[in-house]
């Protein structure tokens, strides 16, 4: 289809597709139910023996020298991967499942590749993978790293709240009183 026209057409054609493609899967990842999409049990989040506990990506990639000069996308409402703002399990859980929506949303935009194969000439497709790859594989790959220590984080803070909650007066409601107060058990 591209493989005749002048290259500044081909490139022109090209970012235009490929930015309708990248709203359409922004979109998806704001609209998808996260429940179901977004569940970090899905396979495709899932961490692998390879990857141990995200510590290849800073073994093999540096990941922690560079991930925090890259941008991040925030909505109005949404929500900031920047910094923790909590420790509660109900917010490690949002932000573990916010960081699979990310790695899908830039996964997803990495198979455009097959539209710019299926559409240019091989070199022309081939160069506008590298862009393409280099704009969204290192989002994805922080994602996965992050979520991996925030999973860890996780299990930290559960099995303290576990031990405290073990160390704590058990409070149980007699039934002699009628104004259902509490007495604590020792």
Known sequence: MLREQPVLNVLLVNIMLGTVWHYLTFFLCRFLSP????????????????????????????????????????????????????????????????????????????FFAFVLFALNDPAMAALLTIFLIVGNLPFAVIQRYNRFRLQRLKRTVVRKQERKKDHSPKTAVSADDNDNETETVA
Request: glycine share 4%; with cysteine.
């Open 35 to 110: 429940k179901i999409f977004f569940d970090p049990k899905r396979r495709m989040f899932k961490e692998h023996k390879w990857e141990k506990g995200g510590r290849i990506y800073n073994d093999a990639l540096k990941i922690n020298k560079w991930k925090d000069m890259l941008p991040q996308h925030i909505d109005k409402d949404g929500f900031s991967k920047s910094h923790l703002d909590d420790l509660s399990v109900r917010y490690l859980d949002e932000f573990i499942m916010e960081t699979c929506r990310a790695e899908w949303n830039h996964t997803m935009n990495c």
